[in-house]
Nanobody, 124 residues
């Protein structure tokens, strides 16, 4: 299973940017997709997640400014970022919790998959 992110770049303070993430490969289902970010010298932190049922969860720091959504096929996740601040600058990583079938009896295993990251830079 692979996750491919796109949409990062340079944006001005107060601007908007949309990140996209597409899942590919062999899997049974995706239970949860989300976005995390890591700024230089800081730990990776949750930004937002969306479940297969459409339930969303946001970090307090982005509530009201960022919106996470998924496509109907549940293979892509998007992060619409608005009112961006310099402190939002980071490498943004797509994350997915996926189920894969591991044998002919249909036994499944849950895997956590990460994308390679996309850089978001916010100019003052």
């Amino acid at each position: 299973v692979q996750l491919m992110e796109s949409g990062g770049g340079l944006v001005q303070h107060g601007g908007s940017l949309m990140l996209s993430c597409q899942a590919s490969g062999s899997y049974s289902s995706i239970d949860l997709m989300g976005w995390y970010r890591q700024a230089p010298g800081k730990q990776r932190e949750l930004v937002a997640t969306i479940s297969s049922g459409g339930f969303t969860n946001y970090a307090e720091s982005v509530k009201g400014r960022f919106t996470i959504s998924g496509d109907d096929a549940k293979t892509s996740v998007f992060l619409q970022m608005s009112s961006l601040k310099p402190e939002d600058a980071a490498v943004y990583y797509c994350n997915a919790v996926v189920k894969v079938i591991v044998n002919i009896e249909g036994a499944a295993r849950t895997l956590e998959v990460w994308g390679q990251g996309t850089l978001v830079t916010v100019s003052p």
